[in-house]
């Protein structure tokens, strides 16, 4: 057991202080996402930044969190204190996750790779993103770099195409990933209007589709589509706004800009990824297949019901993400830690359970363990850390996340997070 998150993250800080030295990376989220908001684009904040519809299912994640007060316990020995946790075989410092967070590029450039460095630095997983803005083979071989063996996981858009799905599960599992992470709420994507405002979808301009332009099926599949389209006679519309998504495509598609400009496969490319990369008829059936694929824990993200949690523990699932896409995709639904309590009680300790969307600080991640998740996974302040410094920003935002949780644990009467219990609580309203 260790006293050492709080502490030394707090050293660190007031220790360049003396120096007249202020973080980049603001202690406190609001701090933060007010600083990110000033380096973003105006389509970087839109995509991470926005919700579904008029925002409600955002606000009724923080109001969820607001309901729950933490009740201190108060003369225990609280010196040493362990923020350790076990999955699935791995103990980890925390129980923290950099969640997927897909086209990341929009915040920095080569976001995965930066995304991965920070996780390898805390000793934390990070969940590959299936609509990475890099390569899941750079982005293990840069956490090796860092910490060879580095936890990581991946996530899973099932795509209409099963030869493309047993692919991306292959190169997770060759990556050294250490669990599949079934995303099931996002068949297909949500009324989001800060996006939709701008005309702004990054995927049709090769953003965060870096996973599949690196994949032997999906080229496969594009170059049938391209011989497909040498045939088609049907004209394009030429606009100025075409042209500037036509280089971006060259952009971010690999290759030289020059070649990719000519060559048509970089736009059948957009418009393949746009087809398959995700299956509106996902069923439980491939969910079952999936244990043919891989001997990988399988954890579905995205269960809100707990008798979707029941099927999914009966299905034999290893893990479960209560998730609400971070707010992302149904607007006025219910936040993932009202949630939280039932799939915990559904699952009764058969699987193990996480949970995301709308977790911003360490006193949040106390609640959400004390309600009965097992870890948390963090979303937009590990981003709007990448926005402001890169690797060096994702790393703080989530250090001081973890930081404030060993602070919050200590605080209140507790050594160990595995003590955590609702008994931590009191609903307030």
């Known amino acids: 057991m260790t006293a050492g998150w709080g502490r030394a993250r707090q050293n660190d800080i007031y220790g360049a202080g003396v120096h007249g030295r202020k973080p980049v990376v603001p202690a406190d989220f609001a701090g933060l996402e007010r600083r990110a908001r000033t380096v973003m684009s105006a389509r970087a904040w839109a995509y991470i930044a926005g919700g579904a519809g008029e925002g409600r299912t955002m606000t009724a994640n923080r109001e969820a969190l607001d309901r729950w007060a933490i009740v201190p316990r108060v003369l225990r020995d609280v010196s040493q204190r362990s923020l350790e946790v076990d999955l699935f075989g791995t103990r980890l410092p925390a129980p923290i996750l950099f969640a997927p967070v897909g086209a990341g590029g929009l915040a920095h450039p080569d976001a995965d790779v930066h995304i991965g460095h920070a996780a390898a630095e805390l000793g934390v997983p990070y969940i590959f993103s299936n609509q990475g803005s890099a390569p899941m083979e750079r982005v293990a071989a840069e956490m090796d770099a860092v910490r060879p063996g580095a936890p990581r996981w991946f996530q899973l858009y099932w795509s209409v195409d099963d030869d493309l799905v047993d692919s991306l599960v292959h190169r997770a599992e060759t990556s050294g990933a250490q669990a599949v992470v079934v995303t099931l709420d996002t068949t297909m994507l949500g009324w989001r209007p800060q996006d939709l405002a701008l005309g ?24 049938e589509r391209t011989r497909a389209a040498a045939d088609s006679t049907e004209r394009q519309e030429i606009s100025v706004g075409a042209i500037k998504t036509l280089f971006a495509i060259a952009r971010n598609t690999p290759g030289a800009l020059l070649r990719n400009l000519i060559r048509p496969e970089p736009r059948v490319g957009v418009q393949t990824f746009l087809d398959i990369y995700s299956r509106p008829s996902l069923g439980w059936a491939e969910i079952a297949s999936l244990r043919d694929k891989t001997s990988l824990p399988i954890v579905l993200k995205g269960i809100l019901h707990p008798d979707d949690a029941r099927a999914a523990v009966d299905a034999g699932i290893d893990g ?32 193990t359970v996480l949970v995301d969307s709308g977790i911003y600080t360490g006193a949040d991640v106390f609640k959400a363990l004390a309600l009965g998740a097992d870890a948390v996974c963090i979303g937009r302040p590990h981003m709007y850390g990448l926005a402001l410094a890169g690797a060096d920003g994702a790393r703080d935002a989530v250090a001081n996340i973890i930081a404030e949780l060993d602070l919050t644990l200590g605080l209140s009467g507790h050594t160990s997070v595995s003590e955590l219990d609702r008994d931590a609580l009191k609903q307030i309203r």
């Open 200 to 223: 702004s979808l990054p995927f049709a301009r090769a953003e965060g589709i870096a996973q599949y332009t690196s994949d032997p099926r999906f080229a496969e599949i594009v170059a």
């Open 320 to 351: 479960i993400v209560v998730s609400n896409h971070g707010g992302r995709q149904i607007d006025g639904e219910i936040s993932s830690v009202d949630a939280l309590a039932d799939v915990a009680d559904a699952v009764d300790g058969r699987a």
